[in-house]
T-cell receptor, first 118, second 111 residues
Framework: NAGVTQTPKFRVLKTGQSMTLLCAQD?????MYWYRQDPGMGLRLIHY???????AKGEVPDGYNVSRLKKQNFLLGLESAAPSQTSVYFC?????????????????FGEGSRLTVL | GNSVTQMEGPVTLSEEAFLTINCTYT??????LFWYVQYPGEGLQLLLK?????DKGSNKGFEATYRKETTSFHLEKGSVQVSDSAVYFC??????????FGTGTRLQVTL
């Protein structure tokens, strides 16, 4: 089972360059999330989506944009990368709390994408 | 708001030692509580969960009991193995809403 797949797994950028991280899930989940993980700070939510065509800001949205054109995909974009965006990025998905199935908030994570901005 | 506080690591133990990782929370409403584990080079995966007060979650020899009176969800294991070396995250969710994570506790188990 593929679950949640992130590409690329590693990337090095120069300051000012742009890039897109792709997240794909095959579990038909409504909700998708992008987190960043930094030492001593745990996971912080960047943006999330509650369904195809919708996106919303999380804790740390500045400098990032997202799109959810298809239910199974959630893209995270950096238009002008900065060294402060050096991090490990995790995508996650979950069923909707309102889909009639008992959903206690469990998330399913991808393996992460390590981004370095020089 | 919702928050999770975990004990700072790293925690270093010898194999077969007893493990406790403390987790306390504040929440508006009645949360579900989770422990996630992140093995080196991998994403987070759910280790165990509890959805109401006094519930005990358990998996792979790990246990945690939802204590409403002390707002705690401490993770325990009676005898750790080298393969348990990982980062452990406590988290909560209220009414299926977005998860709130603690900062994580790194566990290192040595022979």
């Amino acid at each position: 089972n593929a679950g949640v797949t992130q590409t690329p797994k590693f990337r090095v950028l120069k300051t000012g360059q742009s890039m897109t991280l792709l997240c794909a899930q095959d579990m038909n989940h409504e909700y998708m999330y992008w987190y960043r993980q930094d030492p001593g700070m745990g996971l912080r939510l960047i943006h999330y989506s509650v369904g195809e065509g919708t996106t919303a800001k999380g804790e740390v949205p500045d400098g990032y944009n997202v799109s959810r054109l298809k239910k199974q995909n959630f893209l995270l974009g950096l238009e002008s990368a900065a060294p402060s965006q050096t991090s490990v990025y995790f995508c996650a998905s979950s069923p909707s709390p309102y889909d009639g199935i008992l959903n206690t908030g469990e998330l399913f994570f991808g393996e992460g994408s390590r981004l370095t901005v020089l | 708001g919702n928050s999770v506080t975990q004990m700072e690591g790293p925690v270093t133990l010898s194999e077969e030692a007893f493990l406790t990782i403390n987790c306390t929370y504040t929440a508006t409403g009645y949360p579900s509580l989770f422990w996630y584990v992140q093995y080196p080079g991998e994403g987070l995966q759910l280790l165990l969960k509890a959805t109401k007060a006094d519930d005990k979650g358990s998996n792979k020899g790990f246990e945690a009991t939802y204590r409403k009176e002390t707002t705690s969800f401490h993770l325990e294991k009676g005898s750790v193995q080298v393969s348990d070396s990982a980062v452990y995250f406590c988290a909560l969710s209220v009414a299926g809403s977005k998860l709130t994570f603690g900062t994580g506790t790194r566990l290192q188990v040595t022979l």
